[in-house]
């Protein structure tokens, strides 16, 4: 027997242990068992047990204990359920004022500047230079429905790529380099592709348009290299400008201003390079 329930039964009186051992119905064996044996440890000799035929008060005739004792235990569970729940909603109400007053208290969040940089978009500029360059095609070229619209659709793929890579090409000629110059220039890149897809093909298109086409080929040809010398540079931090980006610079220079006299994203005009020819 645990020291627990030995000093139980020692701080009961003579009276209640000889009230276990004479009505035995009522308790577990065990606590009548020990009941007896604390009473002969005091030397009280314990009384027989009452006649079944006793009288056992009303409430116990019609209210067995295990029936009573289980209501009992059952409103104690659920006084005990209802407090628990009554007091964790307290905690997390109070969690939650909490929270509110912390939040109230912090200072205003701080707006940072960070420098970023996008390549604009040029959409409204290529329709206005595929118009512009359209112009100098002879009406009766423009009358063939289907070289006119093979030629717009060239037209627009080569200038969607090609103010994009102007706009890259001549912020690195300025030195003006930043983190996205490596994005920046795998976009461009990718730009050329619709127009490469294109390109697979052969037209039959009018004397002026099939002029126009050269032009754009060799140009994309050239822009591309630069790309890739740039790609370079911007992975391995070095000079830009060499004799050889200054070639390439005017040579495509000269071949653009076979198709508008401007650049449409910068504004300088494109030179034409004058080649004397000894004989």
Not at 60 to 65: A, F, G, L, N, V
Not at 181 to 190: D, K, M, Q, R, T
Not at 229 to 239: G, I
Request: charged share 25%; no cysteine; glycine share 6%.
């Amino acid at each position: 027997m645990s020291d627990a329930a030995t000093d139980f039964y020692h701080k009961k009186t003579d009276a209640e242990l000889l009230f276990f051992v004479e009505h035995p119905d009522y308790y577990q064996e065990t606590l009548v068992d020990a009941a007896r044996r604390e009473l002969r440890r005091r030397g009280v000799a314990p009384t027989a047990p009452l006649a079944a035929a006793a009288p056992l008060p009303e409430i116990i005739e019609s209210k067995p204990w295990g029936k009573i004792v289980g209501l009992g235990l059952g409103l104690l569970v659920l006084g005990g359920g209802t407090y628990f729940l009554q007091q964790r909603s307290s905690a997390q109400e109070a969690a939650l004022q909490a929270r509110q007053e912390a939040k109230r208290r912090l200072p205003p969040p701080r707006l940072v500047e960070v420098a970023t940089s996008a390549i604009p978009n040029y959409d409204g500029v290529v329709a206005q230079t595929v118009a512009q360059q359209l112009r100098k095609v002879p009406t009766a070229e423009k009358a063939n429905a289907q070289h006119l619209r093979q030629y717009r659709e060239l037209a627009k793929r080569f200038w969607t790529a090609q103010t994009k890579t102007e706009y890259v090409l001549d912020k690195a000629r300025q030195g003006k380099f930043d983190a996205a110059l490596v994005g920046h220039i795998e976009s461009v890149e990718a730009a050329w592709e619709p127009w490469r897809k294109a390109t697979v093909y052969g037209y039959k298109l009018g004397p002026v348009m099939a002029t126009h086409l050269d032009l754009m080929t060799r140009v994309a040809n050239q822009q591309q290299e630069g790309l890739a010398d740039l790609y370079l540079v911007a992975r391995n931090p070095q000079p830009f400008e060499n004799e050889k980006t200054e070639r390439r610079e005017a040579d495509v220079s000269d071949l653009l201003s076979g198709l508008l006299p401007k650049s449409p994203v910068t504004g300088r005009a494109y030179n034409t390079m004058v080649r004397r020819v000894q004989l």
